[in-house]
């Protein structure tokens, strides 16, 4: 078969054979990768009528927020309908199109699929970009974005009752009233606008938060317990008696709130165009902010404790690379912390070492992958080679998958494509591609097991074996599982499956979960950090427990190099508080009410606190970057892990615990 374009990712492939089976839409979310400038991608693609085709957000047309190099910004959110989807994955366009589209097809490296939305947003004004002074700011901005941000909660506010949030986008919001300049769609509310609506829903001194909301728009906080919530109280929630308007020491907040099926679905792997355009609207805030107070760029921090198990891991993914552009571009600090996900003992990562193809026996290597009954959500499984550039140590393998049903496919090699045949729409389709230059990667992607729908399309649950051999020099594959399970406060919709494998060391002999990698199993704890988080700038947080400083058993780790073997995956930079201890395994922080409490735990709870000591080493104006965060840890944590120690690709230079409880000042 013909080599495929490298642009095309393999979820947006996934969908296009299926056509948009379990992807509801007309229109989806897109993150672009260009060859250039991205204003000048942006304003070819308004110029050449396609707006019925590709849209992008004014924001990109316009030259980049005074803070960024404008030549150096080379990715855009967009959203695209399935026709220019499928012309993207194919190469083919109508023919009346050709002329037009071709400034797409020519300027983009790659692109990422998002979810489904119906957000259109059309032909909107340009934002004006506003000067900034040379004087440096005094400030900090520490942008949460998360879902169900409770942004009128009392830990949000001053003493006198107003808002300490700057700007609120709320991406869910789909009446577009109040959209964003720039962006075009959900509501945004600057602190004015904030603060009215605190007034107006204000009775015998009380904030009636449930009408706050009603009248804002923000839907997604009518559990008591919400993740963005949570996460923003230890970032940045303070007591707002002791909160003066004015304090210098105080940093600003701007929120962003994910489209709930942005977070609903299971993988994560459709949330990076939405968390790329947060992360621009924050910057362009951020630069508002300071043209209004008449300073230069204000620093800030961004918090983003969300997580996906499959990827490069490498920071080559199209996410991380975005982040590292815009924290490379940024004139005034940008930092960006994540959490390095909770799948240490998911058993969804494996690693084998295959030897030199042999003429008279070939060896096999096998791995189960276990796919739950009532899955309502597709799964997916990543095979990554090592990155070789010289042709003739360049790595490949073919691989063969048996279906609990015992039916076999070929096997299959570099650049080919195996679709299980089944009536109707596929159930299962595996694409292996090798393109010049880049990494091999081996997609495998299966229908839910489980449909409401008639006729359902689905897949076997059970076992599905996957079978790999070599064919040249020897060399390594990880295999991951993406992410498959529901997330907090959703119905239950994904499953998450895994490897089952007879010698994987489960438990220890005093019947604990064991927490090293035994025996010869593939499946492997090691390389389970979070595959959004292995880019060269992030900031990555894992978690331990505060009661006898030992890392949280689900923390996820990164993966020492050892002569002769594959690179390192990289560690954490440092742990944080993610549990009390083993008999209270969660960290306190608000609910989505003022007054209320609620215990969650995870990396995700660990992150912030990071994120709160960077806003305070920016106010007090220190340097602040991985390597000043990995030393302030090392340097206050009289246990921290010595250099190559294995504790490090778990626990980073050292642990945080900042005084008290983390959440409050």
Not at 166 to 178: E, I
Not at 358 to 384: C, G, H, M, Y
Request: hydrophobic content about 40%.
């Amino acid at each position: 078969m013909a080599e495929k374009r490298k642009l095309i990712s393999p979820y947006l492939e996934w969908a296009v054979l299926t056509e948009f089976a379990y992807l509801r839409g007309d229109w989806f979310w897109v993150l672009f990768e260009l060859d250039g400038p991205v204003d000048v991608f942006a304003g070819s693609v308004a110029r050449s009528g396609l707006e019925q085709l590709v849209r992008i957000p004014s924001i990109y047309e316009s030259a980049a927020p005074p803070s960024l190099r404008a030549a150096d910004v080379t990715c855009c959110m967009a959203i695209a309908t399935r026709e220019a989807l499928i012309a993207l994955a194919s190469g083919k366009v109508k023919r009346n199109d050709a002329a037009r589209f071709a400034t797409v097809l020519s300027s983009v490296r790659r692109v990422e699929l998002g979810t489904p939305t119906t957000n259109l947003f059309g032909k909107i004004p340009l934002a004006e970009q506003p000067l900034l002074s040379a004087k440096p700011s005094r400030r900090t901005i520490i942008a949460i974005i998360d879902d169900g941000l409770a942004f009128a909660h009392e830990r949000f506010r001053f003493r006198n009752g107003n808002s300490r949030v700057k700007y609120f986008w709320n991406q869910d919001d789909a009446t577009n009233v109040g959209a964003p300049t720039g962006f075009g769609w959900g509501r945004e509310l600057p602190d004015s606008e904030i603060n009215q609506l605190l007034a107006s829903c204000t009775h015998a001194g009380s904030v009636d938060e449930d009408e706050f909301y009603r009248l804002a728009g923000q839907k997604l906080v009518a559990r008591r317990a919400k993740h963005g919530t949570h996460v923003m109280d230890i970032a940045c929630g303070l007591d707002s008696r002791d909160v003066a308007p004015g304090d210098s020491c105080t940093p600003y907040i701007i929120g962003v709130q994910l489209p709930r099926w942005v977070t609903e679905e299971t993988s994560g792997s459709f949330l990076t165009p939405n968390v790329y355009a947060a992360i621009s609207y924050v910057l362009s805030r951020a630069d508002r902010i300071a043209a209004a107070e008449g300073t230069g760029p204000i620093p800030v921090v961004v918090n983003l404790s969300y997580g996906t198990i499959a990827g490069p891991h490498d920071g080559t993914a199209q996410l991380e690379a975005a982040i590292d552009q815009l924290i490379s571009a940024r004139s005034a600090p940008l930092r960006v912390v994540m959490p390095a996900g909770n799948h240490y003992l998911a058993r969804c990562h494996a690693f084998l070492k295959l030897p030199k193809a042999s003429t008279t026996r070939q060896r096999i290597e096998r791995l189960r992958w276990r796919v739950q009954p009532d899955n309502k959500a597709a799964s997916f499984a990543e095979l990554w080679l090592p990155a070789q550039t010289a042709a003739k140590s360049r790595a490949e393998i073919a691989i063969r998958i048996t279906t609990p049903t015992n039916e076999r496919s070929p096997w299959i090699a570099a650049n080919q494509s195996w679709q299980w045949p089944t009536p109707g729409k596929p159930r299962f389709f595996a694409t292996y591609d090798d393109p010049t230059g880049e990494r091999p990667r081996i997609l495998l992607a299966m229908a839910p097991t489980a449909d409401l729908k008639k006729p359902p399309r689905t897949a076997p649950s059970g076992t599905w074996l996957i079978e790999v051999k070599n064919r040249r020099e020897a060399t390594t594959v990880d295999v991951w599982i993406q992410r498959g399970d529901t997330p907090f406060g959703y119905p239950l919709w994904g499953r998450q499956s895994r490897f089952e494998d007879t010698d994987y060391v489960r438990f220890d002999l005093a019947g604990r979960l064991e927490q090293d990698d035994k025996g010869v199993s593939p499946v492997r704890r090691e390389s389970t950090i979070n595959a959004l988080a292995t880019g060269q700038h992030t900031v990555v947080v894992g978690g331990f427990l505060r009661s006898d400083r030992r890392v949280s058993e689900y923390s996820g780790a990164g993966r020492l190099s050892t002569p002769g073997a594959v690179p390192s995956i990289r560690s954490p930079d440092v742990s944080a508080v993610a549990d009390d201890s083993a008999a209270l395994r969660n960290l306190l922080a608000a609910g989505t009410r003022s007054g209320s409490v609620v215990a969650m735990n995870g990396t995700s709870v660990a992150a912030p606190q990071a994120t709160r000591l960077i806003s305070e080493l920016m106010i007090a104006q220190l340097a602040c970057d991985r390597a000043d965060v990995q030393r302030i840890a090392k340097t206050g944590d009289a246990q921290a892990p010595g250099p190559g120690s294995p504790l490090a690709v778990r626990i980073g230079a050292g642990r945080i615990d900042l005084s008290g409880r983390p959440n409050r000042r």
